[in-house]
T-cell receptor
């Protein structure tokens, strides 16, 4: 079992609210990622980090921001939620040795009304 | 990453082996074959990877042809919980921990 956690699992929120999606991993991985995925659709990378104080935007344009102050914690923030932000958000981390596989959290399903 | 081709969907009877093929004819000599799966509404899950030798772990076996242009993921005794979309990707090892891009994958339906 991978030790990567996301909270909340489900969130319904009104337009204009500020929200933070939490992601934590206890594996000591330097690389962490945020993906966005709509049902039945492909994964889209929105943010990534290769270590503390390192954050980059991914391929998919996003109005969210991230921070990486501690290795184990990689929160994603939406300053003003909109209905277009309704989606599933997946956090992942990866090893930098051995098989280099990525471990995914259970996801946060966000609905903005 | 080299391109991969997988069947869109497959069915398998519960308790039987599920054999999922993947074509990667443009694979280069130092690219690895990785398999992930995604169960409905969950995050993707790593299954197995290999370079040229056959590999086995507690989840599955990976058979790679001698010319490395194709591979087969084998779930030896499929259960209903193995119903998922299975993704085959090919990448260099040092890129394997980088951002993932999945193609269409194979939707495996395990039936009672």
């Amino acid at each position: 079992e991978a030790d990567i956690y996301q909270t909340p699992r489900y969130l319904v929120i009104g337009t204009g609210k500020k929200i933070t999606l939490e992601c934590s991993q206890t594996m000591g991985h330097d690389k962490m990622y945020w993906y966005q995925q709509d049902p039945g659709m492909e994964l889209h990378l929105i943010h990534y980090s290769y270590g503390v104080n390192s954050t980059e935007k991914g391929d998919l344009s996003s109005e969210s921001t991230v921070s990486r102050i501690r290795t184990e914690h990689f929160p994603l923030t939406l300053e003003s939620a909109r209905p277009s932000h309704t989606s599933q958000y997946l956090c992942a981390s990866s090893r930098e040795t051995g098989s280099y596989e990525q471990y995914f959290g259970p996801g946060t399903r966000l609905t903005v009304t | 990453d080299a391109k991969t081709t997988q069947p869109t969907s497959m069915d398998c009877a519960e308790g039987r082996a599920a054999n999922l093929p993947c074509n990667h004819s443009t694979i280069s000599g130092n690219e690895y074959v990785y398999w992930y799966r995604q169960i409905h509404s969950q995050g993707p899950q790593y299954i197995i990877h290999g370079l040229k030798n056959n590999e086995t772990n507690e989840m599955a076996s990976l058979i790679i042809t001698e010319d490395r242009k194709s591979s087969t993921l084998i779930l030896p005794h499929a259960t209903l919980r193995d119903t998922a979309v299975y993704y085959c990707i090919v990448r260099l090892l040092y890129n394997a921990g980088n951002m993932l891009t999945f193609g269409g994958g194979t939707r495996l339906m395990v039936k009672p």
